[in-house]
């Protein structure tokens, strides 16, 4: 197998650490990006490096902050002049917030938003111009269960994931003729630090307002550890091998792939199943059914 140059996005923790990890493991040229590799990251940074190195992989940990097109710019510029392409790019960076919905302000959906969605716009807009003159490529954008339906109090972070499976849908057809492949991953109930590092609603007095309703988010930070607690407890390496099937397929994807605990089902490869025929149906009513 000839091993691609990998781009991940939000490689600091959870999982992301281990998809980094498999897929260098499997030969492929690997760079990890995070925000702030110099400072509160750098430990994470050297672990990555290390456990890497200790196995004979490439893997290289470059300064990346979603959020500002300068960042994303340069670190996607020096990979392009270190390597010359880059052949795949993940889209994980990301955060969770659990709250009130109205209690969100709008600047504080702005700044998820500029995370989970605008940061992948501005991703996939800087590789994307390499990709389409090397007539091939693939972007991988990790999305979530919640891109396909609404638990309460998620609701900030699920209309972030939704945004981001139609921008990840579009690319799937609008560069179908460029040799690009588009693709979402969408992750089950996984350990993780999402939930822990929540953004928390800024309106206090909407908070306020709602009353004993206000404090079911909180239930459900405390609850999330002990769902984990069990005699076989989530595999987050799941979703680093889905990811690494995906990077290695010969033939094209799948648009969607879930990615689930063992024994657990929440019905989402159902959904996605009863979409896709009326999806292409449309596209076919169009004059489209060449991007399908």
Same mark, same amino acid.
């Given at each position: 197998?000839?091993?691609?140059?990998?781009?991940?996005?939000?490689?600091?923790?959870?999982?992301?650490?281990?998809?980094?990890?498999?897929?260098?493991?499997?030969?492929?040229?690997?760079?990890?990006?995070?925000? &702030?590799?110099? /400072?509160?990251?750098?430990?994470?940074? *050297?672990?990555?490096?290390?456990?890497?190195?200790?196995?004979? *992989?490439?893997?290289?940990?470059?300064?990346?902050?979603?959020?500002?097109? !300068?960042?994303?710019?340069?670190?996607?510029?020096?990979?392009?002049?270190?390597?010359?392409?880059? &052949?795949?790019?993940? *889209?994980?960076?990301?955060?969770?917030?659990?709250?009130?919905?109205?209690?969100?302000?709008?600047?504080?959906?702005?700044?998820?938003? !500029?995370? *989970?969605?605008?940061?992948?716009?501005?991703?996939?807009?800087?590789?994307?111009?390499?990709?389409?003159?090397?007539?091939?490529?693939? %972007?991988?954008?990790?999305?979530?269960?919640?891109?396909?339906?609404?638990?309460?109090?998620?609701?900030?972070?699920?209309?972030?994931?939704?945004?981001?499976?139609?921008?990840?849908?579009?690319?799937?057809?609008?560069?179908?003729?460029?040799?690009?492949?588009?693709?979402?991953?969408?992750? /089950?109930?996984?350990?993780?630090?999402?939930?822990?590092?929540?953004?928390?609603?800024?309106?206090?007095?909407?908070?306020?307002?709602?009353?004993?309703?206000?404090?079911?988010?909180?239930?459900?930070? &405390?609850?999330?550890?002990?769902?984990?607690?069990?005699?076989?407890? $989530?595999? $987050?390496?799941?979703?680093?091998?889905?990811?690494?099937? %995906?990077?290695?397929?010969?033939?094209?994807?799948?648009?969607?792939?879930?990615?689930?605990?063992? /024994? %657990?089902?929440?019905?989402?490869?159902?959904?996605?199943?009863?979409?896709?025929?009326?999806?292409?149906?449309?596209?076919?009513?169009?004059?489209?059914?060449?991007?399908?």
């Amino acid at each position: 197998m000839s091993g691609k140059v990998v781009v991940v996005t939000g490689a600091s923790s959870g999982f992301w650490k281990l998809t980094v990890l498999e897929l260098a493991r499997r030969g492929h040229t690997v760079i990890a990006t995070m925000r &702030d590799v110099d /400072g509160r990251n750098s430990q994470v940074r *050297n672990e990555l490096v290390g456990a890497a190195k200790a196995e004979g *992989n490439s893997l290289q940990v470059l300064e990346m902050d979603v959020a500002g097109d !300068a960042s994303v710019q340069a670190a996607i510029d020096h990979v392009i002049a270190q390597h010359g392409k880059i &052949d795949v790019l993940v *889209n994980n960076a990301g955060l969770m917030p659990i709250g009130v919905t109205e209690a969100y302000t709008t600047a504080d959906v702005e700044r998820l938003f !500029a995370v *989970n969605f605008f940061g992948a716009v501005r991703t996939d807009r800087a590789v994307l111009p390499h990709m389409r003159a090397a007539g091939e490529g693939l %972007l991988v954008q990790v999305t979530s269960l919640m891109g396909r339906f609404i638990i309460p109090f998620f609701g900030v972070y699920s209309a972030s994931k939704f945004a981001l499976e139609a921008l990840a849908e579009s690319y799937r057809y609008e560069l179908s003729s460029f040799g690009i492949d588009s693709v979402i991953v969408e992750p /089950g109930p996984f350990p993780s630090n999402l939930i822990s590092s929540s953004p928390q609603p800024s309106d206090t007095g909407v908070l306020t307002s709602y009353g004993e309703v206000a404090s079911i988010p909180g239930q459900i930070k &405390d609850n999330a550890d002990r769902s984990h607690a069990s005699a076989h407890p $989530p595999r $987050p390496q799941f979703v680093a091998d889905a990811i690494a099937r %995906l990077v290695e397929a010969k033939e094209r994807r799948p648009l969607r792939t879930v990615v689930m605990p063992e /024994g %657990l089902d929440y019905g989402v490869a159902r959904i996605n199943e009863a979409v896709a025929p009326v999806q292409n149906d449309i596209l076919k009513a169009m004059g489209m059914s060449h991007m399908i």
